[in-house]
């Protein structure tokens, strides 16, 4: 099967750093995506990584593991408007350029 | 410039109801899709287009059908409505370049059967 698994809920204080972990089954994974999604709006893409290691945005950071299976996304200096739901996705060949989302993961960032 | 863009934002309607979601996307990608979001936040894929034709329908009951009259259209259309179709609609739309490509998301309909 096609399935990515995230923590439900994350709570970091203001200006603290909080990594966002994404595992996933790997029959015919093909790279990893991160996707913001705040109360009432859609997702809205962050990164992605086709390759081994880490690819830095900014504040944002995502990195991918094959050999494990998984991939993270770090966020730095959080600040309150990075309250959101965070979603890992992934393509997996013969999906037909399906993107399979993960469970999402709640972000709270608290003062 | 929206780059997707989706009507109603908003729909209300009675259980019983045929309703239909309308979405385009100016970018010029090849492919459209149709995204359902419950109440846990869950995105889950229901069709894919490709230049008008369908290449992923997700198990989808059959009162669910998709039309694409062109590639920058992709509409929804829902026969017999339910209370458990009551959710956020995304359309969203793809370049087939490959697969690092964003997908860019309409601002969702959300739909509330009573």
């Known amino acids: 099967g096609q399935s990515l698994e995230q923590p439900s809920e994350v709570t970091a204080v203001e200006g603290a750093i909080v990594q966002i972990n994404c595992t996933y089954q790997?029959?015919?994974?093909?790279?990893l995506s991160w996707y913001q999604q705040h109360d009432g709006g859609a997702p809205t893409f962050l990164s992605y990584?086709?390759?081994?290691g880490l690819e830095e945005t900014g504040r944002f950071s995502s990195f991918l593991s094959r050999s494990d299976s998984y991939g993270y996304l770090l966020l730095q200096e959080l600040q309150m408007k990075d309250s959101a739901s965070y979603f890992c996705?992934?393509?997996?060949?013969?999906?037909?350029?399906?993107?399979?989302f993960g469970t999402g993961t709640q972000l709270k960032v608290e003062l | 410039d929206t780059a997707v863009s989706q009507t109603p934002k908003y729909l209300v309607t009675q259980m019983g109801n045929d309703k239909s979601i309308k979405c385009e996307q100016n970018?010029?990608?090849?492919?459209m899709y149709w995204y359902k979001q419950d109440s846990k936040k869950f995105l889950k894929i229901m069709f894919s287009?490709?230049?008008?034709?369908?290449?992923i329908n997700e198990t989808v009951p059959n009162r669910f059908s998709p039309k694409s009259p062109d590639k920058a259209h992709l509409n929804l259309h829902i026969n017999s409505l339910e209370l458990g179709d009551s959710a956020v609609y995304f359309c969203?739309?793809?370049?087939?370049?490959?697969?690092?490509?964003?997908?860019?998301f309409g601002p969702g309909t959300r739909l509330l059967v009573l």
């Open positions: 969203a739309s793809l370049p087939l370049a490959g697969v690092e490509e964003t997908q860019y």
């Open positions: 287009y490709n230049n008008k034709e369908l290449i």
């Open positions: 990584n086709g390759l081994d």
């Open positions: 790997t029959s015919g994974f093909y790279g």
């Open positions: 970018l010029g990608h090849d492919t």
């Open positions: 996705a992934a393509f997996f060949t013969g999906g037909g350029n399906k993107l399979t």
